[in-house]
T-cell receptor
């Protein structure tokens, strides 16, 4: 059983639609991540939230809008996406903080997104 | 900048045999962590094993073990008694111990492991 839960598992949307991806964790982690993964490639980091504040934005287009309502939830709002945005979107969490910390990131099952 | 290289795009092994996946990395840092993640077709990214750079002892998790050579910047994964369920993409990843870089994983390109029955 995964400790990071992502919904929905699959999403098909048109280029003019607005939808949201949801991620939830109950491990007490204070860092949460969004990744985009194309087939047979490693994940690409999109956003990092640390203690509910956006810490890293890897120059992601504004059609992707992250939100962290609380320490357990992470959303990714989608609007006016392009066909090249079709991919697997992975959420992850880990212990946060500035100290030396070797704990790994834990990943969810991902949302398979298809843009028509 | 750090880089991670997995030179084997695909490997195959007979069930019950042993296979080694290679990973090399480049860094000027002395404090970091290395990970092997497994991603089966079911797509969840699963942590296989973790190594701390300051620890000389190679990490082991059941049938999975690593050969960590810090001076050579090498971090290979050995899978013993291969099972059909081990079939997956395996990614090697590097993470700095220093804030804020410690939020970012540097990934290798991945190795697809095929298990032959």
């Amino acid at each position: 059983d995964t400790e990071v839960t992502q919904t929905p598992k699959h999403l098909v949307m048109g280029m003019t639609n607005k939808k949201s991806l949801k991620c939830e964790q109950h491990m007490g982690h204070r860092a949460m991540y969004w990744y985009k993964q194309k087939a047979k490639k490693p994940p690409e980091l999109m956003f990092v939230y640390s203690y509910e504040k956006l810490s890293i934005n890897e120059s992601v287009p504004s059609r992707f809008s992250p939100e962290c309502p609380n320490s357990s939830l992470l959303n990714l709002h989608l609007h006016a996406l392009q066909p090249e945005d079709s991919a697997l979107y992975l959420c992850a969490s880990s212990q946060g903080g500035q100290g030396r910390n070797g704990q790994p990131q834990h990943f969810g099952d991902g949302t398979r997104l298809s843009i028509l | 900048a750090q880089t991670v290289t997995q030179s084997q795009p695909e490997m195959s092994v007979q069930e019950a045999e042993t296979v080694t996946l290679s990973c090399t990395y480049d860094t000027s840092e002395s404090d970091y962590y290395l990970f092997w993640y497994k991603q089966p077709p079911s797509r969840q990214m699963i942590l296989v094993i973790r190594q701390e750079a300051y620890k000389q002892q190679n990490a082991t998790e059941n049938r999975f073990s690593v050969n960590f050579q810090k001076a050579a910047k090498s971090f290979s994964l050995k899978i013993s008694d291969s099972q059909l369920g081990d079939a997956a993409m395996y990614f090697c990843a590097y993470r700095s111990a220093y804030f804020p870089s410690n939020y970012q994983l540097i990934w290798g390109a991945g190795t697809k492991l095929i298990i032959k029955p």
